[in-house]
Each structure stands twice: as C-alpha cells, then as structure tokens.
C-alpha cells in the first residue's frame, strides 16, 4: 500500500450565508458567520486521511491564531504535518466565502500559501505505489517540481487545476490524472461550457486538454456525477441524489477519496466511483475539511448503491 502527499493550500474558511448571493453593488443582510477549517491542500489531505490513508501535508501556515487553529485541527484528523511551516511575517490563507441555497462564491487570500516553494516539496521522499497530490493554490514552479520528483519516484500524480489558470504544457505532462469540473474545463480549454451540456461534449473538450494519451482527465459535474476520459474511452458515474446542504469542499472531497483508493492500489474507475459517493456524503454537512466522511460512512452509502452505476462507453 502507498501513501498520499498533497502539496497545497490550507485556509480558514470564513463562510457567510444568505438567502441569496447578492448582486454586483448589492448588499443583502445575511444569517451568520461561521468558521471552518479548509483550503484545497487541507481539504484533499483530510479527505484521504479520514478514509484510513496515511496521508502528508506539505504547506505553510502563518503565525497568527488562524495558524494555531488549522495546525490542532489537521493533526486531529490523523494528518501529518511533518512538512508544514510555521512562516513568520505573514497571514495563513484565508478564504471569504458566500453561501446561498448550497452554492458558494469563494475569494481567496492566499498569504502563506503563496511563499510554499521548490525547497518545502524536496523535503518529503515518495516512493513507487505513493500519490502526489496538488492544486493551483499554491505556486505553479512548486506544483512542476513536486511532480517531477514524485515521477521520478514511481509515484502518481493528481492535478486539481483551480482556482483555474492557465498552465504550460509541462506542467500538464507531468500530470497522470487531471480532475477538474466544468467550469475549470471551459476556462482552460476556451470552451463555453454548461451544466446541461452532454457528456461527449465535456469529452470533447477533455481531448483538448489531454497532455498524452495515458493521461485520465476526469470532469466532475456537481449532482450529475462524474465524466472522465479513460484509455480513450469515456467513464460515466452518475450522481447519488441527495439534499445538498453546503457544496464548498465536494471537489475536494473527490481527489482526496481518489488518491486514497489509488494508494491502496484500486483501479481507476473504481477510486472515481467511491470517490462520487464520498462527495455526496460531504455536500450533505457544512463546511469543507470537517465535512468529509469516514471509511465507515462510505461503506454505508455504497451499501444502499444501484449495481452497475458507473460504466465505461
């Protein structure tokens, strides 16, 4: 069995709700403010910890009392900080987000995720059967050599490209599975893209995409499951119904469940399907870290599961 390092970002999440989002210029009165633990880095470390992975953390925090929070939360879940900086001088990251009806608008500050360098990603030796997890809130030359070590190493790479922004084609290369969601995919592909759109159109879309033929690119589509490119073919797992009460870290959920299951040595489609019913247990609770499931909570809902949900076309 591997192990999973998620080189990334860790956040407080600030989290305002509303009856609704207000528009440009629009100030509507909201109904609380509350504190969460998150980050993508964070969230993704999380998620793969609690489903019984060990599981690394490479960032920074700041000195601050966010700082001390985020570190007593995280080494609560079972993840290791081993290679996570205290660094003066700065903020840790925090990320001001809106809450409506279970959608989300999120601002983030990146302040110590923002100086996570080159050194702090050597500082960690991964080994063949291990995963490498990163996302885009943390410097692009980190994220490259993170993966060129960790291919070095036989181990496998996950890009979660978001916040989206555009990224060179060795980035991309070093890259084994892309996971990504709609809106990601029409940003760096320069497609309009919509919720309803078919599955072979986000396919289509996908293929631009691909650095090289082996590489999954997996389209993760909120309530309508997940469509990815597999050995030029297209995987369907649709979404399991259920009454979404926060969205904010489903995605996250999902790369941290698919690293997991891949360190154990799962097949890919099989690590996407748990993944999909991981994320739907997560958008049923708020916040973003301490929303995501244990194995135990997995197991029930795959129990309750329709045969044959994913299938490959």
């Given at each position: 069995?591997?192990?999973?390092?998620?080189?990334?970002?860790?956040?407080?999440?600030?989290?305002?709700?509303?009856?609704?989002?207000?528009?440009?210029?629009?100030?509507?009165?909201?109904?609380?403010?509350?504190?969460?633990?998150?980050?993508?880095?964070?969230?993704?470390?999380?998620?793969?910890?609690?489903?019984?992975?060990?599981?690394?953390?490479?960032?920074?925090?700041?000195?601050?009392?966010?700082?001390?929070?985020?570190?007593?939360?995280?080494?609560?879940?079972?993840?290791?900080?081993?290679?996570?900086?205290d660094t003066g001088?700065?903020?840790?990251?925090?990320?001001?987000?809106?809450?409506?009806?279970?959608?989300?608008?999120?601002?983030?500050?990146?302040?110590?995720?923002?100086?996570?360098?080159?050194?702090?990603?050597?500082?960690?030796?991964?080994?063949?059967?291990?995963?490498?997890?990163?996302?885009?809130?943390?410097?692009?030359?980190?994220?490259?050599?993170?993966?060129?070590?960790?291919?070095?190493?036989?181990?496998?790479?996950?890009?979660?490209?978001?916040?989206?922004?555009?990224?060179?084609?060795?980035?991309?290369?070093?890259?084994?599975?892309?996971?990504?969601?709609?809106?990601?995919?029409?940003?760096?592909?320069?497609?309009?893209l919509k919720d309803?759109?078919?599955?072979?159109?986000?396919?289509?879309?996908?293929?631009?995409?691909?650095?090289?033929?082996?590489?999954?690119?997996?389209?993760?589509?909120?309530?309508?499951?997940?469509?990815?490119?597999?050995?030029?073919?297209?995987?369907?797992?649709?979404?399991?119904?259920?009454?979404?009460?926060?969205?904010?870290?489903?995605?996250?959920?999902?790369?941290?469940?698919?690293?997991?299951?891949?360190?154990?040595?799962?097949?890919?489609?099989?690590?996407?399907?748990?993944?999909?019913?991981?994320?739907?247990?997560?958008?049923?609770?708020?916040?973003?870290?301490?929303?995501?499931?244990?194995?135990?909570?997995?197991?029930?809902?795959?129990s309750t599961r329709?045969?044959?949900?994913?299938?490959?076309?």
């Amino acid at each position: 069995m591997g192990r999973v390092f998620v080189a990334g970002s860790i956040n407080m999440d600030v989290v305002a709700t509303a009856e609704r989002h207000p528009r440009i210029g629009e100030t509507v009165a909201g109904e609380a403010v509350l504190y969460f633990p998150g980050g993508k880095g964070a969230n993704q470390a999380v998620a793969s910890a609690k489903l019984g992975m060990p599981t690394t953390l490479i960032g920074r925090l700041g000195t601050d009392a966010f700082g001390r929070e985020l570190r007593t939360f995280l080494a609560a879940q079972g993840v290791d900080l081993s290679f996570v900086k205290d660094t003066g001088g700065t903020h840790s990251g925090t990320a001001i987000i809106t809450l409506a009806n279970a959608d989300n608008t999120i601002v983030v500050v990146p302040g110590a995720n923002g100086l996570v360098d080159v050194d702090d990603v050597a500082a960690p030796i991964l080994a063949k059967g291990d995963v490498a997890v990163s996302q885009f809130e943390i410097p692009l030359p980190t994220i490259a050599a993170f993966f060129s070590r960790a291919r070095a190493a036989g181990a496998t790479t996950i890009l979660n490209p978001a916040p989206a922004k555009q990224a060179d084609k060795a980035l991309l290369d070093l890259v084994d599975v892309l996971i990504l969601n709609e809106t990601e995919l029409g940003l760096l592909t320069g497609r309009e893209l919509k919720d309803g759109d078919k599955n072979e159109t986000f396919m289509e879309a996908a293929r631009l995409l691909q650095a090289r033929d082996d590489q999954i690119v997996c389209v993760t589509l909120g309530k309508r499951g997940i469509v990815a490119l597999v050995n030029g073919n297209m995987h369907v797992d649709p979404g399991r119904a259920v009454k979404a009460v926060d969205s904010t870290g489903a995605g996250d959920c999902f790369v941290g469940a698919v690293a997991a299951l891949l360190a154990e040595g799962q097949p890919i489609q099989a690590a996407m399907s748990y993944a999909n019913i991981a994320a739907s247990i997560c958008v049923q609770r708020m916040g973003a870290a301490p929303s995501m499931p244990t194995v135990e909570e997995v197991k029930a809902a795959l129990s309750t599961r329709r045969p044959g949900a994913g299938r490959d076309l």
